[in-house]
C-alpha cells in the first residue's frame, strides 16, 4: 500500500467519523425520524452527495458497525477451536467482539432508538441475516458437515437461533433500562431455546 493511498484511507475514516459523529448527535438530540440526510450534511458541511459515498441509507449511520461486527464475528469463530461445540463457539465469538459489553448512557439511549424506530428494526435484521452467511459455513465444519452440504438446517437454525437470543436480550436490556447483564440476559435465552422451555 502507497503513502498516498493510506492517506487517503486516513482522510476517508476520519470524514467517516466525523459525519457518524454529527448524525448521531442530530439523532439522539431530536430523533431519528426528525433528523433529515440534508440537516446532516449541512450540519457536517458536506453536500448530499457527499453523504452517499460514505453511507447507503441514514440508517446505516447508526447500524453501520453491525456489518463490520458481523465480520469480526466471523473471524473470532475461525478461532475457536473446532472441538467446541456450536452454541460454546458461538458465545466466544460474541466475547471476543464486545457484542455483549455493553453499558448504559449513550449506548443505551442509541439502543431505544433502535429498538422504537420501525425502519432501524428492519435494517438491523437485514444486518443479522448478513451476520448468518458469515458464520453459517464454520457452524457446518463444527458439526461436521461437509461445505457444500446445504441439505442439513441444523448450522444456519443453530445461527439464527443465537442472533435471534442475542436480539431479545438487547431489547430487554433495553426495556430494562440497561440495569440487567446483557450476557446474563443471552445466556438466559440461549439456555430457554436449547431447553425447549
Known sequence: MTEESTLWQRSRQAAYAEITSTAMRLFLDQGFEQTTI?????????????FFRYFGTKED??????????????????????????????????????????????????????????SLRARSIEKHLHWQSLLVPNIRRRLGLAEDDATDPAPAAIVASAITCLDVAGELWTSGDGTEDLGVLYDRAVAAVRSGA
Open 38 to 50: 440534508d440537516q446532516i450534511a449541512t450540519t457536517a458541511g458536506i453536500s448530499r452527495r457527499s
Open 61 to 118: 449511520v447508526v447500524l453501520g458497525g453491525l456489518a463490520q461486527q458481523g465480520e469480526l464475528m466471523r473471524d473470532a469463530l475461525e478461532n475457536v477451536p473446532l472441538t467446541v461445540e456450536p452454541w460454546e463457539a458461538l458465545r466466544q465469538a460474541l466475547h471476543a467482539v464486545d457484542a455483549l459489553a455493553v453499558e448504559p448512557g449513550v449506548t443505551l439511549k442509541i439502543a431505544k432508538m433502535m429498538y422504537g424506530t420501525p
